[in-house]
T-cell receptor, first 115, second 109 residues
Framework: GAVVSQHPSRVICKSGTSVKIECRSL??????MFWYRQFPKQSLMLMAT?????????EQGVEKDKFLINHASLTLSTLTVTSAHPEDSSFYIC???????????FGPGTRLTVT | GQQLNQSPQSMFIQEGEDVSMNCTSS?????WLWYKQDPGEGPVLLIA?????ELTSNGRLTAQFGITRKDSFLNISASIPSDVGIYFC?????????FGAGTRLTVKP
């Protein structure tokens, strides 16, 4: 099956610093990658959709200057949380898809804690 | 994206029992997906459905793509303790993918 990895799995940072999360599709080329945020005991909330080589499309209410997304290759997308605050603490999950007719495969998630 | 209507929200069952959960939507989809999420992990794809009326099995799991393309169900037969987790349905129409709120399954040994 398709494998998606995320790094790091856990990160603790101080308020005001920036954190980068990587998402990689290991055995397929992902034309589209998605970034989700999940609060405890809640469903997945889509933050943005990124296609390789183009700017990400952000969902309403998600600050694009705060959550920087780069999809530089068909196997790598990064999410940078800039000037992190405690309210940014959450579980961030990426997913990847080979094409519009294909299913999404999720990474294992990154637990971000901002102190 | 907007959430689908997934029910039930939670289930407490005895090991060996069968489980059924479903998702409905006011919109049609061309793909229905069922995922399972363990605590602290990302969702894992269980079953993908691509055609209205399609019935697909994966071991003890069976899922169906509703004939109206607006609903899907997932059945788990003879549940075991490792079935514990949160099950999410997802409907996909090209670039639009929506998730259910999840069904939290607890299996008592």
């Amino acid at each position: 099956g398709a494998v998606v990895s995320q790094h790091p799995s856990r990160v603790i940072c101080k308020s005001g610093t920036s954190v980068k999360i990587e998402c990689r599709s290991l055995d397929f080329q992902a034309t589209t990658m998605f970034w989700y945020r999940q609060f405890p005991k809640q469903s997945l909330m889509l933050m943005a959709t990124s296609n390789e080589g183009s700017k990400a499309t952000y969902e309403q209410g998600v600050e694009k200057d705060k959550f920087l997304i780069n999809h530089a290759s068909l196997t790598l997308s990064t999410l940078t949380v800039t000037s992190a605050h405690p309210e940014d603490s959450s579980f961030y999950i990426c997913s990847a898809r080979a094409g519009t007719l294909y299913e999404q495969y999720f990474g294992p998630g990154t637990r971000l804690t901002v102190t | 994206g907007q959430q689908l209507n997934q029910s039930p929200q939670s289930m407490f069952i005895q090991e060996g029992e069968d489980v059924s959960m479903n998702c409905t939507s006011s919109s049609i989809f061309n793909t229905w997906l069922w995922y399972k999420q363990d605590p602290g992990e990302g969702p894992v794809l269980l079953i993908a459905l691509y055609k209205a009326g399609e019935l697909t099995s994966n071991g003890r799991l069976t899922a169906q793509f509703g004939i109206t393309r607006k609903d899907s169900f997932l059945n788990i037969s003879a549940s075991i303790p490792s079935d514990v987790g949160i099950y999410f349905c997802a409907g996909q129409l090209f670039n639009d993918m929506r998730f259910g709120a999840g069904t939290r399954l607890t299996v008592k040994p």
